[in-house]
């Protein structure tokens, strides 16, 4: 399995987030399993954004959860994260993940 996060790398504050995984090696709605959205903020540790059941049901971190959607492109095998009105304190390199499996990252940016 393989996962592969792609986005801008820069954003501006009070604008919207669209990154994308693309997940290879196995269908993201024939196997069982939940595919989830992880950030790291410079400095900080790992904070859990969000998820995706392989049957498109979704779970999201409480403090995230109003400026937060993911959803799932079956037939492009790939999950969306969006978050809205961003602030700098955003900013952080995002994962994908999956069963043990990772993404190599994408860094985020929020800055005018």
């Known amino acids: 399995v393989q996962l592969q996060e792609s986005g801008p790398g820069l954003v501006q504050p009070s604008q919207t987030l669209s990154l994308t995984c693309t997940v290879s090696?196995?269908?993201?709605?024939?196997?069982?399993?939940?595919s989830h959205w992880i950030r790291q903020s410079p400095g900080k540790g790992l904070e859990w954004i969000g998820s995706?059941?392989?049957?498109?049901?979704?779970s999201y971190s409480p403090s995230l959860k109003s400026r937060t959607s993911i959803s799932r492109d079956t037939s492009k095998n790939r999950i969306t994260l969006q978050l809205n009105s961003l602030t700098p304190e955003d900013t952080a390199v995002y994962y994908c993940?999956?069963?043990?499996?990772w993404g190599q990252g994408t860094q985020v940016t929020v800055s005018s």
């Open positions: 090696g196995e269908s993201i709605a024939t196997t069982y399993y939940t």
């Open positions: 995706v059941t392989y049957s498109g049901s979704t």
């Open positions: 993940y999956r069963r043990g499996f």
